[in-house]
């Protein structure tokens, strides 16, 4: 069992890069990998912690793109901390994560009225890569909402008085750089592009042509019935079947390293598989 998909406080996670492999081992995994939003800067630490503990590290990472009215999410693994062009262009968006929490944190608190600070959210990041997650904690420990979902509810999602719209790469330019920089891209969670079969079925037909790779249809939120959906759109394309959990700790309760929900089980050939088309 493996789980290529993970959050930690690089991004929007609330579990330090070193727990990431200590919960795989917890849960059995053979290997883990750990995909921070447009980030590698976890990998080293999370790569000491699982060599102490016989589990695999992937390093990897996720990067948000551009569709129409909506975004999509694809999976790059095999790429490591340097230098390499999708490395330089991860450099570019997290300076513009940066100008985006700036951003929100004034619009909540000269716009909004609410009570609260960007050094507030910081700490809540732990000085790491702030993400909206941090934000609605912070949120929760002023009192201004009642839990994470309520402050995505009535303050940070998109279309809320609270939102910022972030940077992001179109999918052909990142699935692009992520072959550029000896990565293997894959597609995150399908069904959050929110298409009909038809759509969605075209959509994984263009990006298989741009050089996709393998399509997450074991998530950690999905029922069988939706995963073999998707498994089968996958194999339609020559994409590998890939899962993960989406684990974020705290932020998203439901989820854990391994399990998700209770009924993931990702195989280790997926890995392979993976490995195969680098």
């Known amino acids: 069992m493996i789980d290529l998909h993970t959050h930690s406080t690089v991004s929007d996670g609330s579990d330090q ?5 200590k919960l795989a081992a917890e849960a059995g995994c053979t290997a883990v990998a750990l995909t921070d ?17 016989g589990v695999e590290l992937v390093p990897g990472c996720e990067i948000s793109c551009e569709v129409g009215a909506g ?4 999976l790059v693994y095999f790429v490591e901390p340097g230098e390499g062009p999708l490395q330089d262009e991860l ?23 609410l009570p609260i600070t960007l050094e507030e959210i910081e700490a809540e990041a732990g000085g790491k890569g702030v993400g909206r997650p941090h934000v609605a904690a912070a949120l929760v420990r002023k009192g201004i909402a009642t839990s994470v979902q309520d ?4 303050f940070l999602a998109k279309g809320q008085p609270g939102y910022v719209d ?3 790469l179109y999918p052909a330019d990142a699935l692009r750089l992520a ?18 079969p038809g759509p969605l079925e075209s959509a994984v037909a ?25 498994k089968a759109l996958a194999r339609r394309h020559g994409l590998v079947v890939t899962g993960g959990s989406d684990h974020h700790g705290t932020y998203k309760p439901d989820l854990r390293v391994g399990t998700g929900r209770g009924d993931l089980d990702v195989p280790d050939t997926a890995l392979d598989e993976l490995r195969a088309r680098l």
């Open 17 to 21: 890069p070193a727990d990431i492999p």
């Open 37 to 53: 939003h447009d980030r590698l800067d976890g990998l080293p630490e999370a790569a000491a912690a699982a060599a102490g503990l």
């Open 71 to 74: 975004t999509m999410h694809v």
């Open 91 to 113: 450099v570019r968006l997290q300076v513009a994560r940066d100008t985006r929490n700036q951003r929100m944190a004034t619009k909540l608190a000269d716009e909004l009225g």
């Open 151 to 154: 402050a995505f509810d009535r």
């Open 166 to 168: 972030k940077e992001r």
């Open 179 to 196: 072959r550029a920089s000896g990565g293997v891209p894959v597609l995150a969670h399908p069904r959050s592009l929110d298409l009909e």
């Open 206 to 230: 263009e990006l298989a042509g741009l050089g996709l790779a393998g399509l997450e249809a074991i998530y950690g939120r999905y029922d069988p019935e939706q995963r073999d959906g998707l």
